[in-house]
């Protein structure tokens, strides 16, 4: 069983939105650093935002830029990702990862390559079709 668990992916109409949640099974999330990835058919992974221990450092792919928010909600024990004007091109599975950084000093970006990740999801697919 996956100790990360996506959530809220579904179908939705060109111009909709979803919003995905991240949530630990056996952890807090507060001790990690968490990213958003995609991968769509015959496409490789795609990263898509991430945010900090600390959730004061957030970034995202410029192709996402102005329409995705990420945000942590403690009390839930998820990072969520809200997904507003959606278009066919965010067809995809997305994933969540997870990267443990307690006690560590925050850098200027919490975008991390992959293979610094100690926890992955299992994917949610989100397709986007009229």
């Known amino acids: 069983q996956s100790q990360l668990v996506e959530s809220g992916g579904g179908l939705v109409q060109p111009g909709g939105s979803l919003r995905l949640s991240c949530a630990g099974s056996a952890f807090r999330l507060d001790y990690y650093a968490i990213g958003w990835f995609r991968q769509a058919p015959g496409k490789e992974r795609e990263w898509v935002s991430c945010?900090?221990?600390?959730?004061?450092?957030?970034n995202y792919a410029d192709s996402v830029k102005g329409r995705f928010t990420i945000s942590r909600d403690s009390a839930k024990n998820t990072v969520n990702l809200q997904m507003s004007t959606l278009n066919t091109e965010d067809t995809a599975i997305y994933y969540c990862?997870?990267?443990?950084?307690?006690?560590?000093?925050?850098?200027?970006?919490?975008?991390?390559?992959?293979?610094?990740?100690?926890?992955w999801g299992q994917g949610t697919q989100v397709t986007v079709s009229s």
């Open positions: 945010i900090s221990l600390s959730g004061a450092i957030t």
């Open positions: 990862a997870a990267a443990y950084r307690l006690g560590r000093f925050e850098q200027a970006t919490c975008r991390m390559p992959p293979d610094e990740y100690d926890y």
